[in-house]
């Protein structure tokens, strides 16, 4: 089994920055993507950003290309979201997920971490 804790979330003001990290723990090895994803209350969960394994391939939604940085920390197998301009529109709870290979679902999930823009 994987275990996901996320952490970095907070208070933050519009143009603001918060970096938001994924710990993965347990059968870290079956894990082929990770991937950040937020919701917001009566809206589906949308994707975020998503990298692979290793953090050689990442990969961005519109609405955050250009102001969010996905990476990753092979030695503490730690997933990072660096969040830079943020806007209000940002606020939502961010959860990272892990993608075993060929899978197509998301089959680990963590608790969620709050991130809340003030304007």
């Known amino acids: 089994q994987v ?4 952490s970095g979330g907070g208070l933050v003001q519009a ?18 993507t990770v991937g950040w994803f937020r919701q917001t209350p009566g809206k589906e969960r949308e994707f975020v950003a998503s990298t692979n394994w ?17 990476s990753k920390d092979n030695a503490k197998n730690t997933v990072y979201l660096q969040m830079n301009s943020l806007k209000s ?5 961010y959860y990272c997920a892990g993608q075993r290979y060929r899978i197509e679902t998301y089959d680990y999930w963590g608790q969620g971490t ?6």
Request: charge should be positive; charged fraction near 20%.
């Open 89 to 93: 529109e940002d606020t939502a709870v």
């Open 3 to 6: 275990q996901l804790v996320e």
């Open 54 to 70: 290793i953090g050689t391939r990442t990969s961005y939604a519109d609405s955050v290309k250009g102001r969010f940085t996905i």
């Open 15 to 32: 143009g603001g920055s918060l970096r938001l990290s994924c710990a993965a723990s347990g059968r870290t090895l079956s894990i082929y």
């Open 114 to 119: 709050q991130v809340t823009v003030s304007s």
